[in-house]
């Protein structure tokens, strides 16, 4: 879990925790990409802020691609997935939940992604 906002981190760490997931977080892209160099054998799924300071969520998912490219995720933002397409930062293809992240959404979200082939 990939977020500059130390609460929300929490908060989704909590709420997956409490449904079996183990949960790795980082507060940057950074972070997120040292660490899945580190974690990338037990790493799932990864779920990335697309807007952060320094490396973005994008940014960070490229290089976690090099690393592994079949990492699967999930792209969260303040901003609706429509002005992030106008921006060119969401991609169709791409998993994307708005923020305020709702819990069941989160889950659903994940269980969906968790499942897909290929």
Do not use: C, H, W
């Not at 929300?8 to 940057?28: C, M, P």
């Not at 807007?51 to 940014?59: A, K, R, S, V, Y």
């Amino acid at each position: 879990m990939v977020d500059d906002d130390q609460s929300l981190r929490e908060l989704s760490r909590k709420i997956l925790r409490q449904f079996g997931y183990t949960v790795i977080t980082a507060d940057n892209g950074q972070d997120a990409i040292d660490k899945f160099g580190e974690y990338r054998d037990i790493i799932d799924l990864v779920i990335l802020d697309i807007i952060m300071p320094g490396i973005n969520g994008i940014e960070a998912f490229e290089e976690m691609q090099k690393i592994r490219p079949d990492i699967k995720s999930i792209f969260i933002s303040g901003y609706t997935a429509d002005i992030l397409q106008k921006r060119g930062m969401l991609e169709k293809d791409l998993k994307f939940i708005s923020k305020p992240l709702i819990p069941q959404n989160l889950l659903k979200k994940v269980q969906e992604v968790l499942n897909m082939t290929g």
